[in-house]
């Protein structure tokens, strides 16, 4: 997979410096990153793009739009990992701006045997 480039663009739109240091929630996005086979270089910048993700959808962004913000803002990242990026961050950081998970089918109701 292509790697999830430094984010460089985001952080300038973020604005902010990347934190100085970790805590679980972001251990745990970095973890979910790297285990869905994204990568990146710099998790500081990392994690201040996964807020952004999340500042953007509390703002009433819709989360295609922000799949195709974190898609342009990243040569060479597909949309497959830009859409895994926004929607891991997403779980990380603000878990109610993901659409509630589909209902499972009922299971199919067997006949009785009288006989």
């Given at each position: ?8 663009s985001l952080a300038a739109i973020i604005g902010t410096a990347a934190p100085a240091y970790a805590d ?92």
């Amino acid at each position: 997979m292509k790697p999830l480039l430094a984010l460089l663009s985001l952080a300038a739109i973020i604005g902010t410096a990347a934190p100085a240091y970790a805590d679980a929630s972001d251990d745990q996005f970095l973890a979910a990153l790297t285990a869905s086979g994204v990568t990146y270089q710099d998790p500081g910048k990392v994690i201040a793009a996964a807020k952004w993700v999340c500042q953007s959808l509390n703002q009433g962004t819709q989360m295609a739009d922000v799949v195709r913000t974190v898609q342009a803002e990243n040569a060479g990242l597909h949309q497959e990992n830009a859409a895994k990026f926004t929607a891991l961050a997403a779980s990380a950081y603000c878990p109610n701006k993901l659409p509630p998970p589909a209902a499972a089918p009922a299971p199919a109701a067997t006949p009785a045997n009288n006989g």
